[in-house]
């Protein structure tokens, strides 16, 4: 069973910073990619970044400049450093993997997400 853990969500001023990390474990085959999404209040989820086992990153384009995801193939664990925060940043922030299992099975898996408000 493949299990997703996120962290670092919480509540910050404008222009400030946070740094969100989502831990994959179980059994687990081939991570292909691993991003994050977020879904704002009244709004669909959108895709924020994501990265590949190559480390080939995609940005949203509100978010380039601003935020930086990142991956750690040892520990199976992706990290989104997110820096001049805006109000219209608030929302759940999920994550989501894509698994290979074996030669043609294509999975994906999501987190249960965390939470991100931007106020003062």
């Known amino acids: 069973q493949v299990q997703l853990v996120e962290s670092g969500g919480g509540l910050v001023q404008p222009g400030g910073s946070l740094r969100l990390s989502c831990a994959v474990s179980?059994?687990?085959?081939?991570?292909?990619?691993m991003g994050w999404y977020r879904q704002a209040p009244g709004k669909q989820r959108e895709l924020v970044a994501d990265?590949?086992?190559?480390?080939?990153?995609n940005y949203a384009d509100s978010v380039k400049g601003r935020f930086t995801i990142s991956r750690d193939n040892a520990k199976n664990t992706v990290y989104l450093q997110i820096n001049s925060l805006k109000s219209e940043d608030t929302g759940v922030y999920y994550c989501?993997?894509?698994?290979?299992?074996?030669?043609?099975?294509?999975?994906?898996?999501w987190g249960q997400g965390t939470q991100v408000t931007v106020s003062s």
């Open positions: 179980g059994s687990i085959g081939s991570i292909v990619a």
């Open positions: 990265i590949t086992s190559g480390g080939s990153t």
């Open positions: 989501k993997v894509d698994i290979m299992w074996g030669a043609a099975v294509l999975l994906p898996y």
